[in-house]
């Protein structure tokens, strides 16, 4: 079981479907236990069928799971018109058999989301249960900005 606050998923799901029609990704901030935080980043493909997460902001969500005592534990991405199952193209991009990816789906007009281990082509479904609190007590973020907060530059 993977452990996440409501809002963490409140700010996956906001980021999405902001994007939308374009794929959206992001990277997951946590620990073993949970995801405690992410980092909405920009789809180099610009694409709404792929994605590909802008290697700066892979670099920088490093850094900022680091500054916060946490590590770089998944991704999250959007499928804009198919189910919230990783593809053929996700599992063979998968680049750590120790990630959560967590896939949103917004081919309906509720927007579903699912967490899922991929290990050598092997996809195992995990169920997402609520974390009361993040390793420090502090409520989540999304990494010094919201995915609503389109001012940023360095987001945009």
Known sequence: M??????????????????????????????EQGIYEV???RNEAQ????????????????????????SVVGVYHSHTNSEAFPSATDVAQAPDPGW????V????????????????????ELSIGDAEVTPTGAAPTSAGFTALDTKDDDYL
């Not at 993977?2 to 992001?26: F, N």
């Not at 789906?105 to 092997?122: K, Q, T």
């Open 2 to 31: 993977v452990k996440m606050q409501a809002l963490t998923r409140d700010i996956i799901l906001a980021h999405c479907m902001q994007q939308y029609p374009l794929e959206a990704c992001g990277m997951l901030l946590g620990d």
């Open 39 to 41: 980092y909405p980043a």
């Open 47 to 70: 694409s709404a069928r792929v994605f590909v997460v802008e290697p700066t902001d892979v670099v920088r969500a490093r850094e900022v799971a680091v500054g916060r005592g946490l």
């Open 100 to 103: 959560w990816y967590l896939v």
């Open 105 to 124: 789906s917004l081919a309906r007009p509720l927007a579903e989301l699912r967490c899922y281990s991929i290990r050598g082509g092997v996809i195992e």
